[in-house]
T-cell receptor, first 114, second 108 residues
């Protein structure tokens, strides 16, 4: 099925551990983004990419790395997990055609850092 | 003050009622999105607006660029409409700013 696939859906980490959240899309979308969602706050942008090989920081990038070696994949790496990174993470892909653009979100990864 | 403000934060309605959720923003945008998030957590894009009005079934979204305001209307509401509705704005498709969401509960 076409869309954005995120894995894993749930993860528990110990403080200091590292891990990679996977995100893949099969719609040939140029743009991909990672957001985190915390209670009482809107989704906040962590990192984004405008195409393969091009990434940039969003609003809350500290503690996270990304890379985009292919159009399809945009993994998010937690370098040394901290309890403050407990959140729900969403990957999204989007396209832009003549200033019209569409958004597709992954199903989310619920991460708990203990 | 947040760049994107939604009201109300919580809304409870009876089945069949007409519902309005409002979104005001303070930044320049090229488009505004209305998203729906169900209790399971998945987020679905409902509308993208850059001007005027759009309609999908019982959902209607309007935007007033001059006033920096958008509304999402649900006609003949149904319990399956219960969800969090999120307004998001942006100049660029890869960078959106989100409101905190409006929790809608429609009772039978």
């Amino acid at each position: 099925n076409a869309g954005v696939t995120q894995t894993p859906k749930f993860q528990v980490l110990k403080t200091g551990q590292s891990m990679t959240l996977q995100c893949a899309q099969d719609m040939n979308h140029e743009y991909m983004s990672w957001y985190r969602q915390d209670p009482g706050m809107g989704l906040r942008l962590i990192h984004y990419s405008v195409g393969a090989g091009i990434t940039d920081q969003g609003e809350v990038p500290n503690g996270y790395n990304v890379s985009r070696s292919t159009t399809e994949d945009f993994p998010l790496r937690l370098l040394s997990a901290a309890p403050s990174q407990t959140s729900v993470y969403f990957c999204a892909s989007s396209y832009s055609v003549l200033q019209n653009y569409g958004y597709t979100f992954g199903s989310g990864t619920r991460l708990t850092v203990v | 003050k947040n760049e994107v403000e939604q009201s109300p934060q919580n809304l409870t309605a009876q089945e069949g009622e007409f519902i309005t959720i409002n979104c005001s923003y303070s930044v320049g945008i090229s488009a505004l999105h209305w998203l729906q998030q169900h209790p399971g957590g998945g987020i679905v894009s409902l509308f993208m607006l850059s001007s005027g009005k759009k309609k999908h079934g019982r959902l209607i979204a309007t935007i007033n660029i001059q006033e920096k305001h958008s509304s999402l209307h649900i006609t003949a509401s149904h319990p399956r409409d219960s969800a969090v509705y999120i307004c998001a704005v942006g100049l660029l498709p890869e960078r959106l700013t989100f409101g905190e969401g409006t929790q809608l509960t429609v009772n039978p």
